[in-house]
């Protein structure tokens, strides 16, 4: 622009214009091995388990919808056991088969 207005062709010069790309999906790609890669990451302990469902969320893999708190407190009651309904057999101890033919409630912790 200021080489056009030097030559003197300053009623004819243009402002110039920019792009700036703010989103970058179509770079990283949504394919299964971008997920992929990125579980592989998360499984040999490199980034966290919120950096993981923030990724995932930012893909379009999680809806936008989904909570993170939330999803955590339910995993947390999950592993305890609290969120198992009534008569489901998830806490069923492995190593009580045997006790289990003599009295089957004593297979369930």
Same mark, same amino acid.
């Given at each position: 622009?200021? &080489?056009? %207005?030097? %030559?003197?062709? &300053?009623?004819?010069? %243009?402002? #110039? +214009?920019? /792009?700036?790309?703010? *989103?970058?999906? =179509? *770079? ?5 091995? +971008? !997920?992929d890669s990125l579980l592989k990451v998360r499984v040999a302990g490199e980034i966290t %388990? ?6 995932l969320q930012r893909r379009g893999e999680l809806s936008s919808s989904f909570d993170a !708190?939330?999803? @955590? =407190? &339910?995993? @947390? +009651? ?5 969120? @198992? *309904? *009534?008569?489901?057999?998830? /806490?069923? =101890? #492995? /190593? &009580?088969?045997?006790?289990? !033919?003599?009295? #089957?409630?004593?297979? !369930?912790?």
């Amino acid at each position: 622009m200021f &080489a056009e %207005r030097y %030559r003197g062709a &300053a009623d004819t010069v %243009r402002a #110039p +214009s920019v /792009n700036v790309a703010t *989103e970058y999906d =179509d *770079e990283t790609g949504k394919d299964s091995q +971008s !997920v992929d890669s990125l579980l592989k990451v998360r499984v040999a302990g490199e980034i966290t %388990r919120e950096t993981f469902w923030s990724e995932l969320q930012r893909r379009g893999e999680l809806s936008s919808s989904f909570d993170a !708190v939330k999803e @955590a =407190d &339910a995993l @947390a +009651s999950e592993a305890t056991g609290m969120g @198992a *309904e *009534e008569g489901a057999t998830d /806490n069923v =101890d #492995p /190593n &009580a088969i045997n006790d289990y !033919v003599d009295d #089957p409630s004593a297979a !369930v912790a």
